[in-house]
């Protein structure tokens, strides 16, 4: 089956940085989306990995480590609009069509 | 601007009564996802139109139905919606031609009474 892991909650200071951390076992495995959403609204997309490495974004990064499954999302020079719930998600592919399957998120909490 | 737009934003419904959920794109992407959120959870993928092409997750229940008449839109049906399928059901478009994203509407909520 697919298992996408992250922590469920984190916070942290207005200015500071942090780091979301996600793991994932899954098959036919294809890339990493990670996705912002604010309560009560859609996800919007942050960011694609689909080779090794860093991809720098602004105050946003993403890592992806295909070997050990392993991907983060960094948050530099946080803002309280940053405050939201942050979904990994692994591109599937399937004989049926490519899919994204979602972890739970993680819900950051930025404070001043 | 290029969106996908999601009607109603709240719907409302009794227990068993049929309700049909709409989506629509003027991005032009060939395929188009309904996904279902319950609170506190991730996006579920309920199915998929790869152009007409349809693709149901093996785990999505048959009350849960969809069709696609044209490109542009895409409808999600319950047929008997009961209290355990109050959620936020979200579309969403990608071109489908390699790795893309997906761009999503802003959700329908639906309340079951």
């Known amino acids: 089956g697919q298992n996408i892991d992250q922590p469920t909650e984190m916070t942290a200071t207005e200015g500071a940085i942090v780091q979301i951390n996600c793991t994932y076992q899954?098959?036919?495995?294809?890339?990493l989306f990670w996705y912002q959403q604010h309560a009560g609204e859609a996800p919007t997309f942050l960011s694609y990995?689909?080779?090794?490495g860093l991809e720098e974004k602004g105050r946003f990064s993403s890592f992806l480590s295909r070997s050990k499954g392993y991907s983060y999302l960094l948050l530099k020079e946080l803002q309280m609009k940053d405050s939201a719930s942050y979904l990994c998600a692994a591109y599937i592919l399937t004989g049926g069509g490519n899919k994204l399957t979602f972890g739970t998120g993680t819900q950051l909490k930025v404070e001043l | 601007d290029a969106m996908v737009i999601q009607n109603p934003r709240y719907q409302v419904t009794q227990f068993g009564k049929p309700v049909t959920l709409s989506c629509s794109q003027t991005?032009?992407?060939?395929?188009m996802y309904w996904y279902q959120q319950k609170s506190s959870q991730a996006p579920k993928l309920l199915f998929h139109?790869?152009?007409?092409?349809?693709?149901n997750e093996a785990d999505t229940p048959d009350n849960f139905q969809s069709r696609r008449p044209n490109t542009s839109f895409c409808f999600l049906d319950i047929r008997s919606p009961g209290l355990g399928d109050a959620a936020m059901y979200l579309c969403?478009?990608?071109?489908?031609?390699?790795?893309?994203?997906?761009?999503f509407g802003p959700g329908t909520r639906l309340t079951v009474l």
């Open positions: 990995n689909v080779l090794d």
């Open positions: 991005l032009n992407h060939n395929v």
């Open positions: 139109y790869y152009d007409k092409d349809f693709n």
């Open positions: 969403a478009t990608s071109s489908g031609t390699g790795d893309n994203e997906q761009f």
């Open positions: 899954t098959s036919g495995f294809n890339g």
